[in-house]
């Protein structure tokens, strides 16, 4: 076996010195019944070829994004991420090391997470960043748990435009830790008064912008009500590109930001791993979840960094631990914090020009197509079409076509009985053939 | 541009000067390098893209103002500067990396090069389903592979590291308790003291009050001490076996069957599954929930601390509630995709625990090891894990102090710092000094239920010259700590890319992001 470097003679004289007969004896605490003396049915060993072989199979079964015109988002997002990027995170010293706890021996992790945190706080407009989280839902769902331990109160307020899947898992995490949500109706247009909502026993207000829906929302009103009242305002995006050229959460009075970082130095993979981002302010830093990366000196007085502030963690505060999270989400945040390098703010908001462009191109495009409306009036690069029939229907039809035209609100939210919704994202791989042939499909199958 | 941050500011001893007595700071292969935000230009890009023709934005009044503040670099200088940092990281494939109960086998770069097959990522999670076959076949494989390894009923595959696993297994447990309509009652979590912390975080979480077992002088959990905890408050014990002291747990069939006897569950922390791959099934043994944590028993890679993957592993008992989205294969092998707790054929699932599948990219690598290996080669990657963790256990027994001698270890060994007493050499101290042999240390100071823990795991993946070594390696330090030769130890690591971090500094007045320094003038004043 390729990966198992000792040899049967190597055993043998192993088994010799920790002074056993037989590999068995070592499994001696095993109850007896319960140790297994057939091999598991399942196939044997396979040599390289053979593997890729089986793999490749699957694979192809699959349509790419690359290969299509292809315009789906809502929570993640088909971006062109630089060669450099995945050569860097390929390095052994990245790829096969263990979470910094060993700062010595691992300063490279410690640097870029330090360098992560930094651009995270400059691009949400907040103090702090966290060293990242799962993916952007997870990252949610610890900013209504933290909201919950800064106001000591338990009842969170989700906003009609969050991404219906974030809003589950808010609602599994607080129905299973007996806490309360409010979960207000889908709200297409970014019409909803979440304002009146927000009473004494309110935490937070979890508003997402560009909303679900592709909507611009002004945070500035909500984040005043919640202060007023004492909560805390969450902000959350699924496209982080946005920050390069809206407004950020920071600036609008947002107590807490986070969101899906994917978008910048990830592939799609289907759905994972993403690398979520979550910022704060100074004051809430003690109460935050997840690594902390921290600027410190060694014994030399040389500037290194160490993870900080564990006290608020599992391995040491155990169940009084701010959260139960044990790893981050290390090698995804290290293509962030590298695509990102490369990108500085000048390409950072160069990209997001072109995506904006892009999704401006499209929608004036697809608002002259029979049975197609525009529901949004200000959107970054994702935009909600109203169609004249099902939009599942529409969808499937334009990929038995060979483009795939975006996602069906109603694969997100079902229940909704918005049938009629297609959320349609455009980023900078979009061409004006494949916005041809989104146009032309959806005339085709609408006419 | 100059980077003078790793100069040494303070004046250090005799050998620190003579190491790092160089104008730039650098030591030949071992360069310092400063922060992107003190080497990058705010005008500069690594990324040609072409300035969009002029259009009406769309931002309403939400356009953004001013500087974002983050410079950047051009290629070659983002090549330089992330190969620089990679160069002070200690990595599986620099050398032995024995960190118990984290499992740093080798990452098979065969892995790697399945999940970047375009078929697997650059496929979006939310295209329509009829586009997507492979995915969903690989899902299945994987989930196969997976309940027959481990001889459970199902497994939920979406969570997205191991306390992530935990979470969910337990908030399966919590459903079957609601479903019973026991919720008011059953408010109790049973966690041995050696237990990951992440265990009684996870309990704590969601409203169980956590209540320890003691362990037996032995280093197990006794049957006996588990019923003396029992009662109808007790929702679940979460064990973890082969337990952190590197022991399979030798009652756990009794252990589980007086849990089920009184209405609980048995979640058992799956963190040690690479030791019985093969050998035992936890499913056979009374377990009702294991999440399996794939970075550790299946190689994917760690990545300085993630993306992990933590499916859970459920019982008959439990395997209605796994929460959306899920596989299900029909009796002809069609396969669909559950999205909702509407769609469940049969079963109530408990909700939503991540937007998305799970961690698609660490499936492929899981599978594409489980492949390679096939059955034999994961039950003999198992047993050359545990031969290799007796062996070094072997080699040291009689210069380091073994506080639960009556087992065989596992797939890892646990010594105390019984043997330091009086050597004015420290657990801390001893693992620094491994730095400086070429090692990573070991896990320090867990569990804690034994004083100044060291617990070494090797992994199957090291030949046994290299075991050789590594025990020569730590018999030298040792004895050296037992010889005086403290300086060896107290001003360890000498050789790293830095001394001793000032962890106090750190977090007593936190500097947890990079800001521009303030103006000389501005200084002066």
Known sequence: MRYLPLSPDDRAEMLAKVGVATIDDLFADVPADKLLTEPLDLPRRKGELEVERILGRMAARNTTASSVPFFVGAGAYKHHVPASVDHLIQRSEFLTSYTPYQPEIAQGTLQYLFEFQTQVAALTGMDVANASMYDGSTAAGEAVLMAHRVTKRDKAILSGGLHPHYAEVIETLCEMSNDRVERLPADVTAAEDIVSRIDKETSCVVVQTPDVFGNLRDLRKIADAAHAAGALLIAVFTEVVSLGLVTPPGAMGADIVVGEGQSIGNALNFGGPYVGLFAARHKHVRQMPGRLCGETVDSEGRRGFVLTLSTREQHIRRDKATSNICTNSGLCCLAFTIHMTLLGQVGLQRLARINHANAVKLADRLAGVPGVEVVNETFFNEITLKLSKPAADVVERLANEGVLAGVPYSRLAPASGLDDLLLVASTEVNTDEDRTALVDGLKGVLS | ?525
């Open chain 2, 1 to 525: 541009m100059l980077n003078r941050q790793g100069r040494p500011t303070a004046a250090g001893s005799a050998e620190a000067a003579e190491t790092a007595g160089t104008f730039t700071g650098n030591r030949a292969l071992i360069q310092e390098e400063a922060l992107s935000f003190e080497i990058g230009r705010y005008d500069t890009t690594g990324v040609d893209l072409d300035e969009p023709e002029d259009f009406a934005p769309r931002l309403g009044a939400l356009a953004r103002e001013g500087e974002i503040g983050i410079p950047g670099l051009s290629e070659p200088e983002t090549m330089r500067h992330f190969v620089k940092l990679s160069q002070k990281n200690y990595g599986i494939d620099t050398g032995l990396f024995p960190l118990g109960s984290c499992t740093m086998k080798h990452n098979a770069r065969l892995n790697e090069k399945m999940a970047r097959l375009p078929g697997f990522s650059d496929v979006h999670p939310l295209q329509p389903v009829s586009t997507v076959p492979g995915a969903l076949a690989l899902m299945n494989e994987l989930s196969h592979y997976l309940v027959t390894l481990t001889g459970m009923t199902t497994v939920a595959l979406s969570p997205k590291a191991g306390a992530h696993g935990e979470l969910c297994g337990m908030m399966a447990i919590k459903a079957a308790i609601v479903a019973k309509g026991e919720d008011e009652t059953r408010d109790v979590v049973l966690v041995p003291e050696s237990a990951h912390g992440t265990n009684p975080a996870t309990a704590a979480l969601l409203g169980f009050k956590v209540r320890e077992v003691p362990a037996a002088e032995d280093g197990t959990v006794r049957v006996e001490a588990v019923r003396e905890l029992l009662g109808p408050e007790v929702a679940a014990i979460m064990l973890t076996n082969p337990n952190t002291c590197g022991l399979f747990e030798p009652q756990i069939v009794e252990i589980a069957q007086a849990l089920h006897e009184v209405g609980a569950y048995f979640y058992c922390d799956g963190a040690n599954f690479n030791a019985i791959v093969g050998k035992a099934r936890p499913g056979d043994l009374g377990v009702d929930a294991m999440h399996i944590n794939l970075h550790k028993t299946f190689s994917t890679p760690h990545g300085g601390g993630g993306p992990g993957s933590g499916p859970v592993v459920l019982s008959e008992r439990l395997a209605a509630f796994a929460p959306v989205p899920f596989v299900t294969a029909g009796a002809d092998g069609s396969l669909t995709l559950v999205e909702h707790e509407g769609d469940a054929p049969d079963g109530s699932p408990f909700g939503r625990i991540t937007a998305f599948h799970g961690q698609m990219g660490m499936y492929v690598r899981a599978l594409s090891y489980m492949l390679s290996h096939g059955a034999d080669g994961m039950k003999q990657a198992s047993e050359d894990a545990v031969l290799n963790a007796n062996y070094i256990r072997a080699g040291l027994v009689d210069l380091m102090s073994l506080p639960f001698p009556d087992h065989p270890s596992m797939h890892e060994v646990l010594f105390d710092d019984e043997w330091l007493k009086d050597t004015g050499v420290s657990t801390l101290d001893f693992a620094k000094a491994m730095i400086d042999e070429g090692y990573h240390p070991m896990t320090m100071y867990f569990p804690l239920v034994v004083h100044g823990a060291m617990l070494i795991e090797p992994t199957e993946s090291e030949s046994k010259a290299s075991l050789d070594l590594f025990v020569a390696a730590l018999r030298d330090l040792a004895m050296a700590a037992k010889a005086g030769e403290t300086a060896r130890f107290s001003g360890a690591p000498y050789h790293a890319p830095r001394r001793r971090l000032d962890e106090t500094r750190a977090a007593r007045q936190p500097i947890l992001r990079w800001t521009p320094p303030q103006p000389v003038r501005e200084a002066a004043e």
